[in-house]
């Protein structure tokens, strides 16, 4: 089974990066230049591409916005979406305008860095269940975690949490790891991507807020868990 990916982005010379990186990791890249050619294969999925599995889109197009891309995108599809920014302040953006992106990249990035996050979103959607229909009730037999990318938003035992915008990325971050350990140099990078002078004890406090949170819907267990000198990890659900 082919896997592609389609890239819009203007600039060759990325596009070609990110194209050698999938090539090199079994992928079919697919490249536009410009947001409505990306919009015109997402909806025909024409013979020139077989039906993309995600889509790396820049922000930064010529033609149009990738934010307003992705919004027309959203309406006739939910194909998994990584958004290229070049600048921090579109990051905000990006998670809180609640447009339906999967994950984000900050340029300069590194190519085998992006395909690694493709990876874990390809897995993600292969194994996610559908969500429920909006206006019905969430699932009675879902996992303590409900992660919904598109809405930026976690359900923990069915209740939504109420997040701050790192708090959101940070248990996002965990949940796509479970079981494994992440030093909060890992943490930083990952979550505060977008502002170099964070400290390691930010995460040490958000870290405590996530926890108060979780809290409050169940005393009964942590599930984030200190490994001492190492970092934190998620319980396995
Ligand atoms: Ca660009």
Redesign the pocket.
Known sequence: MTRTILIV???QAIADSIAYALRTDGFTPYHVMLGEQALAVMRSSSDACAAPQLVVL????PDMNGLEACRQLRQFSDVPVIFLT?RSDEIDRIVGLEIGADDYVTKPFSPRELVARIRVILRRARVAPPLPEAGQPPRADAARFELRTPEARVLFHGQPLDLTRYEYLLLKTLLEHPGHVLSRAQLMERVWSGAPDTLERTVDAHVKSLRAKLRAVDAKVDPIQTHRGLGYSLAGA
């Open positions: 982005e203007d600039e820049d922000i930064g197009l070049a």
